[in-house]
Nanobody, 125 residues
């Protein structure tokens, strides 16, 4: 069974950091673009950041530039989202998604075909 599993969510104070992990099972991520998305209560899902199979990074939203970074460890079949200087508006359920795709660019959100179940991130004082 092909799966993506997110972990690393939790509660943190404003200004804090978290690192989310997205691990695949049943397939390797070597040839896959992996993206992170989030959905806050009452809001539509929003793309955050993507990494292509050749490590091209694309921000889907400017609101996290300078604070969030993405990386991958193919040996561990895992992609990470490092989130620094977290703000209350970053509170959401964070999802990772993957698709076998062009090596040199990231997909649009509708092009992803594997999705994880999500992990909650809460930023509050």
């Amino acid at each position: 069974q092909l799966q993506l599993v997110e972990s690393g969510g939790g509660s943190v104070q404003p200004g804090g950091s978290l690192r989310l992990s997205c691990a695949s099972s049943g397939f390797t991520l070597d040839y896959y673009a992996v993206g992170w998305f989030r959905q806050a209560p009452g809001k539509e899902r929003e793309g955050v950041l993507c990494i292509s199979s050749s490590d091209v990074r694309t921000y889907y939203t400017d609101s996290v530039k300078g604070r969030f970074t993405i990386s991958r460890d193919n040996a561990k079949n895992t992609v990470y989202l490092q989130m620094n200087n977290l703000k209350p508006e970053d509170t959401a359920v964070y999802y990772c998604a993957a698709v076998r795709f062009s090596r040199f660019r990231c997909p649009e959100d509708y092009e992803y075909n594997y999705w994880g179940q999500g992990t909650q991130v809460t930023v509050s004082s």
